[in-house]
């Protein structure tokens, strides 16, 4: 059932989500109170205007890995948002309806029902009161009123501006606009980003509206960015990682297919709790209008953490209901099916997943990921997964009528369609890419039949305009430093070589450490890294297999060098030596180059006397050598040429 919108709130009432703060605390039954760092909100009387400091500490007590919610002895938004005397009874009614009603699509009563039905209630304990009241998103107390300004897009992009601004009302994620003294009188002090418009890749007069949680740049005046607080490891959820799709793909039977499904608007749907808003007040363009910002926003430090939780719990969901292989990478979902005929099969690898799954600790964490170890495969790796492999899958082409082709599958796009239904999960139509043989996703196209990973010739063109822009300037800030480092280290998933060829975008970025916001000079060698890229990305076509367990040849190879001798291989009972000439360490050259000198002419010996698809292991006494080799790159560059 839908609720109804209030009649009086056409830019407040929400359309979701029917449910009424209780008289129930939401606090962690493990939590204790806390004496400093956190505190009650002032009100807008209490509050002096000359108080200078927002709260470090956010105001939500941790347990374990489970994701904060709102710490508040009682649910209810008087401790945070004021009644405002002075203001209109319409603005009192807008945020008194909106306390009382998060604003989300997914209703917790059907997902409450279904993480019962399939006993997931004990992995989500948190998640039925987080959609009810909303998400602690930890960002800090506001003690002090700070309003920056937003930046001149917005003036010089109007009707952009005007139309993204009409559909946050329209959908009511904005509460209808206040003057700075009334946010103030609902709020207490609060804290506005500044908002930008910024073009939309490959899309001629489209826009994201940007708002800059990390701004100030550095705390001045005692006043920090909202997202210099939050602890990105207190939002872990899992992630459909490159390794993790290739352990997927590799596993999957001959005939399998992928759909890829992308939630619409998917930060949005998810609500924020009434005591984070004045942390996400948002300055308009007209003078003294603001608007409070209600729902999960691009650009907080949490908020990527705080979308996954909610999906992990859907993806877990679909699993339970025997649909799968599931994977996904924040809003982008890639379904997998198999053909019915190798079900059995599938899932007794699954069980035989689960079980050592469960033998490595179940779900681990590290930093903001969430992940699940598998098992150990020949070159030393392990498989690297985003479930536990707990459920097993289930032929549903009986279920209901479909193609002949659909048929002779374990689901298709029309179960997919009845379970988001159920769950309310809005999928942008716009984005499906049906059941086929090959797929983009994670910006490569899969090919399921071969099992081969591409980058696309619009995503090659992008790369190659990215370092023809770069090119065009003298120095760089850091964020155009990490910019094209991003895109390029993207490009050696497939491009394995091109890592060696990163190492002076990565020397440059540890130098923004005092100063990130003054361009720098990049060091000289960067032409050369950034002329192979370019050669590299011109090729027709950018293919590799997508990478496999393979078995290693114990072929009994060692190399080691010596500063005082020289440099010595061994392979089984057979050895080399050279003698290091006089003056070799100059140029750059160090131990670590005469290390990966060894290591070249040990690999050359030992590929003499095998065949080209041979997998061999080679040994080494240098660590910082070693893991260089195994990431194909170095910082010194006498060493990476080697590489």
């Known amino acids: 059932m839908q609720p109804q919108q209030h009649p009086d709130l056409r830019h407040g009432g929400p359309r979701h989500a029917p449910y009424a703060w209780e008289d129930t605390s939401t606090r962690f039954t493990s939590a204790q109170t806390t004496t400093s760092g956190t505190g009650k909100r002032h009100t807008a009387d209490e509050t002096s205007k000359t108080i200078s400091s927002t709260q470090a500490v956010s105001s939500y007590a941790r347990t374990g890995n489970v994701l904060p919610v709102a710490a508040t002895t009682e649910p209810d938004i008087a401790t945070n948002v004021q009644d405002a005397a002075g203001l209109s009874t319409e603005h009192r009614t807008v945020i008194k309806y909106r306390k009382n009603k998060a604003l989300t699509p997914y209703y917790h009563e059907t997902w409450k029902t279904l993480l019962h039905q399939h006993n997931l209630?004990?992995?989500?304990?948190?998640?039925?009161?987080?959609?009810?009241?909303?998400?602690?998103?930890?960002?800090?107390?506001?003690?002090?009123?700070?309003?920056?300004?937003?930046?001149?897009?917005?003036?010089?992009?109007?009707?952009?501006?005007?139309?993204?601004?009409?559909?946050?009302?329209?959908?009511s994620r904005y509460l209808r606009p206040f003057s700075k003294e009334e946010v103030e009188d609902l709020l207490g002090p609060f804290q506005s980003s500044p908002l930008s418009l910024v073009p939309k890749s490959g899309k001629p007069n489209k826009f994201r509206a940007v708002h800059n949680f990390s701004f100030p740049r550095t705390p001045k005046n005692n006043i920090q960015s909202i997202n210099q607080s939050i602890d990105t490891s207190s939002f872990p959820c899992t992630w459909g990682t490159f390794n993790t799709i290739c352990s997927i793909i590799q596993n999957l039977p001959p005939g399998s297919q992928a759909s890829i499904r992308d939630v619409a608007e998917a930060y949005r749907t998810i609500p924020i709790t009434p005591?984070?808003?004045?942390?996400?007040?948002?300055?308009?363009?007209?003078?003294?209008r603001f608007t409070i910002n209600t729902n999960n926003n691009f650009g907080l430090t949490s908020a990527g953490g705080i979308h996954g939780s909610v999906a992990d719990a859907g993806t877990d969901i679909f699993r339970a209901s025997k649909i799968g292989p599931i994977s996904k990478w924040v809003d982008d979902h890639i379904f997998f099916r198999i053909l019915h005929k190798h079900l059995p099969a599938y899932n007794r690898e699954r069980e035989k997943w689960h079980s050592t799954i469960t033998k490595n600790g179940g779900r681990l964490q590290e930093g903001s990921h969430f992940w699940y170890r598998g098992e150990t495969i020949p070159d030393d790796s392990f498989m690297e997964l985003d479930e536990d492999a707990s459920f097993p899958f289930q032929d549903l082409s009986k279920a209901s009528r479909r193609s002949e082709e659909d048929a002779l599958f374990a689901y298709n796009g029309d179960d997919i369609d009845s379970i988001s239904h159920t769950l309310e999960i809005p999928w942008e139509k716009s984005k499906t890419i049906p059941f086929s043989y090959s797929v983009t996703?994670?910006?490569?196209?899969?090919?399921?039949?071969?099992?081969?990973?591409?980058?696309?010739?619009?995503?090659?063109?992008?790369?190659?305009?990215?370092?023809?822009?770069?090119?065009?300037?003298?120095?760089?800030?850091l964020e155009e430093v990490q910019k094209l480092y991003g895109k390029l280290l993207h490009a050696s998933l497939i491009v394995t070589a091109g890592r060696a060829y990163l190492t002076n975008l990565e020397t440059m970025i540890p130098t923004f450490t005092k100063k990130p916001f003054v361009a720098r000079h990049a060091p000289k060698d960067t032409p050369h890294d950034l002329k192979w890229w370019t050669a590299a990305l011109s090729s027709p076509t950018l293919t590799r297999n997508v990478p496999e367990p393979y078995d290693l040849i114990e072929s009994r190879a060692y190399s080691d060098a010596s500063s005082g001798f020289g440099i010595a291989i061994v392979i089984g009972d057979r050895w080399r030596a050279w003698k290091l000439l006089p003056g070799w360490k100059s140029e750059g050259r160090d131990i670590g180059w005469a290390e990966s000198i060894g290591f070249e002419l040990l690999v050359k010996a030992v590929t003499a006397e095998c065949s080209p698809r041979d997998r061999f292991k080679v040994y080494g006494d240098n660590k910082g050598v070693v893991e260089g080799w195994w990431n194909r790159r170095s910082r010194n560059k006498p060493t990476k040429e080697s590489f």
């Open 121 to 171: 209630i004990e992995k989500y304990p948190m998640l039925l009161k987080i959609l009810q009241y909303g998400f602690d998103a930890g960002i800090p107390n506001i003690l002090t009123m700070y309003t920056p300004d937003n930046s001149p897009s917005l003036f010089t992009n109007t009707q952009q501006y005007q139309e993204i601004i009409d559909r946050e009302f329209d959908s």
């Open 441 to 477: 996703y994670l910006g490569f196209t899969w090919n399921l039949e071969e099992k081969t990973v591409e980058i696309p010739f619009t995503k090659k063109q992008k790369y190659l305009l990215a370092i023809v822009e770069w090119t065009e300037r003298n120095t760089h800030t």
């Open 275 to 288: 005591s984070q808003w004045p942390g996400l007040v948002v300055k308009l363009r007209e003078p003294d």
